[in-house]
């Protein structure tokens, strides 16, 4: 049975060059077509990576709504390797309002370069292309910054007193933006916060912005804080603006509170008795030092990997040849595929290589009731199975033995990974991170429950993974991957942090494993950097960890 675990095995091709550095990219587009004569469009930018002849999502930019010349303040964080030709595609999409997805989008055009040339060049201008390769009026410019050694986050809180009414009929909206001087002179959007509707005196949400992004390490350095108010046609009101630097910031660390006059240059030349246009308070500014996927992982914080597998009876019967679950002697099924791509990666960061699987969908002995979490190894008190050619082996193994049936509910699984999840939460130490791997042929049956259950998950330390096998339509599925939108639970409630990748394996056939692996693990050690630094865990020092850990043999 392992010659189906090593032939799958042998195409994996994990190739791991050293990162050389991180790149961040800021994009701004000019002379973006309006929708018609009454609306402007809502741009937003979308990131792709090309890998093994596919192109993947790597992030997005904010959407800007009402406008025609965007400067994004969303920054796009990407891997530099020197020795590979990196292509990326810079996708202008047009938002419709109401929606951040990009389902009901219209494609606007799009940029495809190298990283190379944008690092070589430090700032790229070129024309957007549309559809068959056309080009219109409309340009993108992408500005590449090498991100320096320091990794540290601050935490800023702003607000605003007695601003200036620019509204006839109701008070200023007001927005603040904040610009790092630049040694050439150039300035660099940092951060633009919401909107506050109809206030003279805002409060801001606080946010966190690396201090290679606000000042480029340097402390002295100029920041420029601008005040709008906003206009729904796009031509925001100038309230008035202030210079400051980071150093100054920080005196608000020792308890002393930090405001500025909010100057409008025009209205101080013009008017006698003008003292300001309103003042600007820093509420709150906090270092934060952020941790790596490295310094939690070689902290001792272990990957724990389940597997799900869908056992639902549309998957053919796996006695003929053309079920997904057919078990040739030499060529493994895509449900194998998957499995082999995946935990090879994740088994390398478990220590003692044990994974449970549960399968879900079928009649199961010896009663030949439907279960949505039963051990696929039949031991329900320990589901686990050792390494993945133990997985691949209790999967062969469990197939004869069950009835394929239905219907495709995929909460109980999850349910079941967060109550362990759960547990680990409690204990207030970064030791244990759990990733589901779900493998289904279908869309699943139970969308209002699955989607509780992952926002409930997202408090806790764990991620989904789904893959879908087979040639069904996916489209549905795709509302549980955050990356289109916010997935909130059948309530309302907003998922605290995307937690799912889902990836359709059809996306994959002609290409490698080493691709299938790479994109769907691709989010992985950000959700685990993201949930650990969000509840302020810190990793357990290197002393900690060699006296607890222990490994299998």
């Known amino acids: 049975m392992s010659?189906?675990?090593?032939?799958?095995?042998?195409?994996?091709?994990?190739?791991?060059?050293?990162?050389?550095?991180?790149?961040?990219?800021?994009?701004?587009?000019?002379?973006?077509?309006?929708?018609?004569?009454?609306?402007?469009?809502?741009?937003?930018?979308?990131?792709?990576?090309?890998?093994?002849?596919?192109?993947?999502?790597?992030?997005?930019?904010?959407?800007?709504?009402?406008?025609?010349?965007?400067?994004?303040?969303?920054?796009?964080?990407?891997?530099?390797?020197?020795?590979?030709?990196?292509?990326?595609?810079?996708?202008?999409?047009?938002?419709?309002?109401?929606?951040?997805?990009?389902?009901?989008?219209d494609f606007l055009g799009a940029l495809e370069c190298t990283l190379g040339q944008i690092v070589s060049q430090r700032k790229l201008t070129k024309a957007l292309l549309k559809q068959g390769n056309t080009s219109g009026k409309s340009s993108i410019t992408v500005t590449a910054e090498e991100l320096s050694g320091n990794d540290d986050y601050v935490e800023l809180s702003f607000s605003a007193r007695k601003l200036d009414d620019k509204d006839f009929f109701s008070k200023s909206d007001p927005f603040l933006e904040i610009f790092r001087l630049n040694d050439d002179g150039t300035e660099s959007l940092v951060h633009r916060t919401e909107t506050i509707m109809n206030n003279l005196s805002p409060v801001w949400k606080s946010f966190k912005v690396s201090l290679n992004t606000l000042?480029?390490?340097?402390?002295?350095?100029?920041?420029?804080?601008?005040?709008?108010?906003?206009?729904?046609?796009?031509?925001?009101?100038?309230?008035?603006?202030?210079?400051?630097?980071?150093?100054?910031?920080?005196?608000?660390?020792?308890?002393?509170?930090?405001?500025?006059?909010?100057?409008?240059?025009?209205?101080?030349?013009?008017?006698?008795?003008?003292?300001?246009?309103?003042?600007?308070?820093?509420?709150?500014?906090?270092?934060?030092?952020?941790?790596?996927?490295?310094?939690?992982?070689?902290?001792?914080?272990?990957?724990?990997?389940?597997?799900?597998?869908?056992?639902?009876?549309?998957?053919?019967?796996?006695?003929?040849?053309?079920?997904?679950?057919?078990?040739?002697?030499?060529?493994?099924?895509?449900?194998?595929?998957?499995?082999?791509?995946?935990?090879?990666?994740?088994?390398?960061?478990?220590?003692?290589?044990?994974?449970?699987?549960?399968?879900?969908?079928?009649?199961?002995?010896?009663?030949?009731?439907?279960?949505?979490?039963?051990?696929?190894?039949?031991?329900?008190?320990?589901?686990?199975?050792?390494?993945?050619?133990?997985?691949?082996?209790?999967?062969?193994?469990?197939?004869?033995k069950i009835q394929l049936y239905g219907p495709t509910n995929i909460a109980p699984i999850i349910q079941k990974v967060a109550l362990s999840a759960s547990e680990e939460m409690h204990t207030k130490e970064a030791m244990e991170y759990f990733i589901l791997l779900i493998l289904t042929d279908g869309v699943i049956t139970d969308m209002a429950d699955t989607r509780e259950a992952i926002v409930h998950a997202s408090h806790l330390p764990m991620s989904v993974i789904i893959v879908g096998v087979g040639n069904a339509d996916f489209t549905d599925m795709q509302i549980l991957d955050g990356d289109d939108g916010i997935l909130r639970s059948p309530k309302g409630e907003p998922v605290l942090r995307d937690i799912v990748q889902f990836v359709p394996f059809k996306d994959f056939k002609h290409a490698s494993p080493a691709a299938l692996a790479k994109s769907v693990l691709a989010e992985v050690p950000n959700q685990v950097v993201d949930y650990y630094n969000a509840k302020g865990i810190k990793p357990k020092c290197m002393s900690d960890y060699e006296s607890t850990r222990t490994f299998s043999p």
């Open 215 to 400: 000042c480029s390490g340097d402390h002295d350095r100029e920041l420029k804080c601008t005040v709008w108010d906003w206009d729904s046609n796009g031509k925001h009101d100038f309230i008035g603006e202030f210079q400051t630097t980071f150093k100054e910031m920080r005196i608000e660390q020792e308890g002393k509170q930090l405001q500025w006059e909010c100057i409008n240059p025009k209205y101080q030349m013009k008017k006698k008795n003008y003292r300001n246009s309103g003042v600007v308070i820093l509420n709150h500014c906090k270092i934060i030092k952020m941790y790596s996927f490295l310094d939690y992982i070689m902290g001792g914080c272990q990957i724990q990997f389940t597997v799900a597998i869908d056992f639902t009876a549309s998957n053919g019967d796996p006695r003929n040849s053309c079920s997904l679950h057919y078990i040739h002697p030499y060529q493994p099924n895509e449900y194998l595929k998957a499995l082999v791509a995946v935990g090879e990666i994740c088994q390398d960061y478990d220590s003692d290589k044990m994974f449970p699987v549960f399968g879900f969908g079928a009649l199961i002995p010896p009663d030949f009731k439907v279960s949505h979490d039963f051990a696929v190894n039949f031991d329900e008190d320990n589901p686990e199975c050792a390494g993945i050619q133990g997985v691949v082996e209790a999967y062969q193994n469990c197939l004869p």
């Open 3 to 105: 010659n189906i675990y090593e032939s799958a095995e042998a195409t994996l091709g994990f190739i791991s060059s050293p990162c050389l550095a991180k790149v961040e990219l800021r994009v701004a587009s000019r002379g973006i077509s309006d929708r018609d004569a009454l609306s402007k469009p809502d741009p937003c930018v979308v990131l792709k990576m090309q890998s093994h002849g596919q192109w993947f999502e790597v992030d997005r930019t904010e959407v800007i709504r009402s406008s025609s010349s965007p400067v994004f303040s969303k920054i796009l964080l990407v891997d530099y390797y020197f020795e590979e030709v990196q292509r990326l595609r810079f996708e202008l999409h047009d938002i419709s309002s109401g929606n951040n997805g990009l389902r009901d989008a």
